[in-house]
């Protein structure tokens, strides 16, 4: 997703967690969701929707006698999901109760290890969030998901937590002139013959719950052919200005590149969706949504067009950065997911810094610097005002706590693991970490566990003081030509607070302002060091960092 805008620890090869918050999320032990069916059935000019969902669970324990789903009570604003009735297929109804956004379901009688059961949830409602209403720029009326973090539950009854993982599928009920895009791959479209048709859609590979999405608006739909045999769509709003051969191009280049760099692409199809809600992006699994800035009901109108920002004037899917920062999220994120929200960074940081290969590998070695050069400053920024490390404890019920300090602080400690264990080493282990957790889940010790075993490295003390530490290191380094002992004279502080990073620096001499470069690299490992650089004649320029490879606030005075 992109939106608008110790030492023990190292011996013991582990990293240091921050204290754990408390997990609010209620834990069913013994129930494991396989799969659902979402029937939803819209009516034109109505923000209202009747839904059945049908949940295959599969029992790994005996004696459960009552299970529980995630769904937003009705409220007093008239939001939220009434249920009708709920049954278990072959059998017959059973006893529920719908209170505090839980929905409990009474079994008919106790599980038994193994039990695979269908159970039938039919409700109705106007959904409080999630499943959002609104208006296009070209002025279409439509809904479109926006599920992240757990707001799924607000429009269908689900186990809404990143651990579960299922496969899903979209049978959905609409007005005859209506298009429908979801998750997968379509089954059928049916005309009814009554002004309404029913859309079928099937995703069959498991996701967690943010990641199912589901578009109903007057579209127009665009094909691509296929990349490595992924068919490519794109669907927008009727009218809507989009650049169609960029939103194809940068698809078509990302899945060879990422399949490349990584492994296969994970899904059925890539599809890349205008959706009415704003700015930025959603990276659901197989369909992508990309706000346009158009108004969801009950928001602001929007600004007049020339108040607007340069940017939003461009037709849709121009960005290159926003496109493959959210298809590298298929990868990482969605196919690869996170284990707890507090490893979030594992999809954002990840995606922060594939865009950022992406463009190293398509617009070339000084865009690539351009662009790792804004998300440092971004990176130091944001963990001055937000004051979290990249790692920590999340409320697993209400989700993360998302800032740029897990996007372009975590795309940064990637790109500086990708030097301290070399490019070789780094790609060789990225692809292993995503062939052991594909479909699945992952944490920041299934990664440094891999990194340590490609690279043959003890990683705990770089993962601790990069991913559990709030702020960067702060340098100050000054320099001095020695004419006597021919050589440059360098004192680096670390002014930080807290122990000193272990840090490599790298310098570099110049004989002319704007000449070649001779670098060197020194090691710090203390709050203050000297260290001596040979060189014959004064150098007329010391540059600091000059092939960017450190996360660092540094300044650099001669004396």
């Known amino acids: 997703?992109?939106?608008?805008?110790?030492?023990?620890?190292?011996?013991?090869?582990?990293?240091?967690?921050?204290?754990?918050?408390?997990?609010?999320?209620?834990?069913?032990?013994?129930?494991?969701?396989?799969?659902?069916?979402?029937?939803?059935?819209?009516?034109?000019?109505?923000?209202?929707?009747?839904?059945?969902?049908?949940?295959?669970?599969?029992?790994?324990?005996?004696?459960?006698?009552?299970?529980?789903?995630?769904?937003?009570?009705?409220?007093?604003?008239?939001?939220?999901?009434?249920?009708?009735?709920?049954?278990?297929?072959?059998?017959?109804?059973?006893?529920?109760?719908?209170?505090?956004?839980?929905?409990?379901?009474?079994?008919?009688?106790?599980?038994?290890?193994?039990?695979?059961?269908?159970?039938?949830?039919?409700?109705?409602?106007?959904?409080?969030?999630?499943?959002?209403?609104?208006?296009?720029?070209?002025?279409?009326?439509?809904?479109?998901?926006?599920?992240?973090?757990?707001?799924?539950r607000d429009w269908a009854p689900i186990v809404d937590h990143i651990s579960s993982k299922a496969t899903s599928e979209f049978i959905v009920t609409a007005p005859e002139p209506y298009s429908v895009v979801a998750n997968g791959l379509r089954v059928s479209e049916v005309s009814l013959g009554d002004g309404r048709k029913v859309t079928h859609w099937r995703q069959g590979v498991p996701i967690s719950p943010w990641l199912n999405a589901l578009g109903v608006a007057r579209m127009q739909v665009y094909h691509g052919g296929a990349a490595q045999g992924v068919p490519l769509q794109i669907w927008a709003p009727a009218g809507t200005r989009v650049n169609v051969a960029n939103g194809f191009l940068v698809a078509r280049r990302a899945i060879n590149l990422f399949g490349e760099l990584v492994g296969p692409y994970p899904f059925e199809k890539l599809g890349q969706v205008v959706a009415p809600f704003g700015g930025g992006g959603m990276e659901h699994a197989s369909v992508i949504f990309y706000g346009d800035g158009g108004a969801r009901d009950g928001g602001p109108p929007l600004p007049p067009r020339p108040a607007r920002a340069q940017r939003a004037d461009l037709p849709a899917m121009s960005h290159d950065g926003l496109l493959s920062h959210e298809i590298a999220h298929q990868w990482f994120g969605d196919s690869v997911t996170e284990a707890t929200w507090g490893d979030v960074w594992l999809s954002e940081g990840f995606a922060t810094y594939f865009s950022d290969l992406y463009t190293e590998h398509f617009d070339g070695r000084d865009a690539f610097v351009a662009s790792l050069r804004s998300e440092r400053d971004g990176a130091l920024s944001a963990e001055r005002r937000e004051r979290i490390p990249v790692i920590g404890a999340d409320d697993e019920a209400a989700g993360p706590h998302l800032t740029q300090v897990q996007y372009r602080k975590g795309g940064w400690v990637l790109h500086m693991l990708r030097q301290q264990m070399t490019s070789p080493a780094f790609f060789k282990a990225i692809r292993l970490y995503y062939d052991r957790h594909k479909g699945g889940h992952a944490t920041t010790e299934d990664l440094r566990a891999t990194m340590e075993e490609v690279s043959g490295q003890q990683l705990g003390w770089f993962f601790d003081q990069w991913l559990t530490r709030v702020d960067s290191p702060r340098l100050a380094v000054t320099w001095r030509y020695d004419a006597r002992a021919r050589a440059v004279r360098v004192t680096a502080t670390q002014t930080q607070p807290g122990d000193p990073y272990r840090l490599p620096i790298e310098l570099g001499l110049a004989d002319a302002v704007g000449g070649a470069l001779r670098t060197s690299t020194v090691t710090m490992d203390r709050k203050a060091q000297e260290f001596t650089i040979a060189a014959p004649t004064r150098p007329a320029e010391l540059v600091l960092d000059p092939e960017t490879r450190l996360l660092a606030d540094m300044t650099l005075t001669p004396r």
Not at 75 to 104: H, I, Y
């Open 1 to 152: 997703m992109r939106p608008l805008s110790t030492v023990s620890a190292a011996l013991l090869g582990t990293i240091a967690m921050a204290p754990a918050m408390a997990d609010r999320y209620e834990r069913q032990p013994g129930v494991a969701v396989d799969h659902y069916v979402f029937n939803v059935e819209f009516a034109d000019n109505s923000r209202a929707i009747k839904g059945e969902t049908v949940t295959t669970v599969r029992f790994t324990a005996g004696g459960i006698t009552r299970i529980s789903f995630d769904l937003q009570s009705p409220k007093a604003d008239g939001t939220g999901m009434t249920v009708a009735a709920v049954s278990e297929e072959g059998g017959g109804a059973l006893r529920f109760e719908q209170t505090n956004d839980r929905l409990a379901i009474r079994l008919a009688r106790p599980s038994t290890p193994g039990d695979v059961r269908v159970f039938h949830i039919r409700y109705a409602g106007q959904p409080t969030d999630g499943l959002r209403f609104g208006t296009s720029r070209s002025g279409q009326r439509g809904a479109f998901t926006w599920n992240w973090p757990t707001l799924m």
